[in-house]
């Protein structure tokens, strides 16, 4: 079965950063396309940065300079770094396949604090 782990979140100041790590386990394929994705409370999960099979990333535009996906050379573990982080950047963050699958980790709560 295929499994999302994450973990690195926390409570932060702004300006602080965090680095998320997700764990994909029970793949067929190695080095699948992933992606992180967020839920800021009261609102929609919605895309944050995805990293092809060859390694090629895109960040949304809103966070491009402030975050970084990458992913463990020949693992299924891939990282999200966050500098700079804002008040706005609050939420809990999920990792998934690119295009993401119904099948969701717990996700790992970030707390920005002003």
């Known amino acids: 079965q295929v499994q999302f782990v994450e973990s690195g979140g926390g409570l932060v100041q702004a300006g602080e950063s965090l680095r998320l790590s997700c764990v994909l386990s029970?793949?067929?394929?190695?080095?699948?396309?992933m992606a992180w994705y967020r839920q800021p409370p009261g609102k929609q999960r919605e895309f944050v940065a995805r990293?092809?099979?060859?390694?090629?990333?895109q960040v949304s535009n809103s966070l491009r300079g402030r975050f970084t996906i990458s992913r463990d050379s020949d693992t299924n573990i891939v990282h999200l770094q966050m500098d700079s982080l804002k008040p706005e950047d609050t939420g809990v963050y999920f990792c998934?396949?690119?295009?993401?699958?119904?099948?969701w980790g717990q996700g790992t709560q970030v707390t920005v604090s002003s």
């Open positions: 998934n396949r690119y295009p993401s699958t119904s099948n």
């Open positions: 990293i092809s099979i060859t390694g090629v990333t």
């Open positions: 029970g793949s067929t394929l190695s080095r699948p396309a």
